[in-house]
């Protein structure tokens, strides 16, 4: 156990839901961040935040919608996704957002999205 | 931009044996490496960081080498045993990348033979 717990393990979706991934840290760090997982592919950076503000996105799609309502906790509201966002999406936090800081993962959420 | 390469892609060795794992990078303007451990549909578990400025770090049966001038690091795995088995990552942080500039190789699959 790392500390960092995702929910739901598995989401399966239609294109028309709305549905929110959830992140908790139980290890006092101050950043957090996504990262999508496609097969074949290597992970992707898609949001960070420290001290619950959001200090990075990579040109990810609207569709994708990051909340870090405190330092703990981190969601990724979807809606309207399309079948190529199926992947394993991973969350990860640190102490702070620094070259020196070693991540800390979640044991991830696998999206079906038919 | 900075590409990670790993090799090979896939790996099946009988129980015992000594391997290695390769990564290669396009950028030598690295500020450390990180070798990673994921198991089947799980999170990352952190094995070895080497800071740019190190030729190697070890941890138990593992031994992470870096040749930042060449752009190479391998993954030196003793002994091996079935609880081996994972796919193992290899990603570089860049200086100048941002909040998080971690860049992933696409994995080595390895399987050991019991």
């Known amino acids: 156990e790392t500390g960092v717990t995702q929910t739901p393990r598995h989401l399966v979706m239609g294109m028309t839901n709305k549905k929110s991934l959830k992140c908790e840290q139980h290890l006092g760090h101050n950043a957090m961040y996504w990262y999508k997982q496609s097969a074949k592919k290597p992970l992707e950076l898609m949001f960070v935040y420290n001290f619950k503000e959001q200090t990075e996105n990579n040109s990810v799609p609207s569709r994708f919608s990051p909340e870090c309502p405190n330092s703990s906790h981190l969601f990724l509201h979807l809606h309207t996704l399309q079948p190529e966002d199926s992947a394993l999406y991973l969350c990860?936090?640190?102490?702070?957002?620094?070259?020196?800081?070693?991540?800390?993962f979640g044991s991830g959420t696998q999206l079906s999205v038919l | 931009k900075q590409e990670v390469t790993q090799i090979p892609a896939a790996l099946s060795v009988p129980e015992g044996e000594n391997l290695v794992l390769n990564c290669s990078f396009t950028?030598?303007?690295?500020?450390?490496l990180q070798w990673f451990r994921q198991d089947p549909g799980k999170g990352l578990t952190s094995l070895l960081l080497i800071q740019s400025s190190q030729r190697e770090q070890t941890s138990g049966r593992l031994n992470a080498s870096l040749d930042k001038s060449s752009g190479r690091s391998t993954l030196y795995i003793a002994a091996s045993q079935p609880g081996d088995s994972a796919t193992y990552l290899c990603a570089v942080r860049e200086g100048g990348g941002g909040a998080d500039g971690l860049t992933f190789g696409k994995g080595t699959h390895l399987i050991i033979q019991p």
């Open positions: 950028d030598s303007a690295i500020y450390n």
């Open positions: 990860a936090s640190s102490q702070e957002t620094g070259l020196s800081e070693k991540l800390f």
